[in-house]
């Protein structure tokens, strides 16, 4: 059966409510397909950007980055300024499962591993679908992240929510799991469809 009683949603952003890939960005600065893949793959790693998640400022881990590569130093310093372009379009059908639930006056809250340079002008930039949510935990302002026990403790108590209170969707296993170890119904996000026919087992007030 079922889990009963959910009242609050709490989403993550990348990949769950707005697709992110650097090599959205960097296409446009490098035409060779070879050298795009080698830089991604070797420069602009996910486990160099993800010191931003952890609350690094992009001066110092682009600095240096581009001591070891000198010869992409003008490429290395795109990542921050430009780092909007690399987030796409709404994940489909997302958006309108958000405004669902803030209609039907039920509380939206989000988790992100996120930047604190670059959060506020995303924040901005979609600031429709934003204004929708009561609070959103950011990674790199609190300098913890997912799928660390802390940042979920800490969403908890800011919210003002139980964890049995909570449905929680993210894309990354390791976070859901985390989520979960801490009593929070917890969701792998697939697509829009999965995630709208959980939230009906659930009971929560939205179309099937």
Do not use: C
Request: aromatic share 12%.
């Amino acid at each position: 059966m079922p889990k009963k009683g959910k009242t609050a949603v709490i989403f993550d952003v990348g990949r769950v409510l707005y697709d992110w890939d650097p090599r959205v960005l960097y296409e446009r600065l490098i035409g060779d397909g070879r050298a795009l893949d080698a830089f991604l793959r070797d420069v602009v790693t996910i486990d160099w950007h993800f010191q931003h998640d952890a609350g690094r400022d992009f001066a110092d881990t682009s600095a240096e980055l581009a001591a070891l590569y000198p010869q992409h130093a003008a490429l290395i310093a795109a990542w921050g300024p430009r780092f909007n372009e690399s987030i796409g379009a709404g994940i489909a059908g997302m958006h309108e499962i958000v405004a669902e639930l803030d209609e039907a006056g039920v509380p939206l809250f989000a988790i992100t591993n996120f930047s604190h340079e670059f959060w506020p002008p995303f924040r901005a930039r979609e600031a429709r679908l934003f204004d929708r949510f009561r609070d959103i935990v950011v990674s790199g302002e609190e300098k913890m992240v997912k799928p660390d026990a802390a940042i979920y403790r800490l969403a908890l108590a800011r919210f003002g929510l139980a964890a049995e209170d909570a449905v929680f969707v993210d894309d990354n296993a390791a976070n859901v799991a985390a989520a979960q170890a801490l009593g929070i119904e917890s969701v792998l996000f697939t697509d829009a469809a999965q995630f709208r026919a959980r939230l009906v087992e659930l009971e929560l007030p939205i179309a099937a």
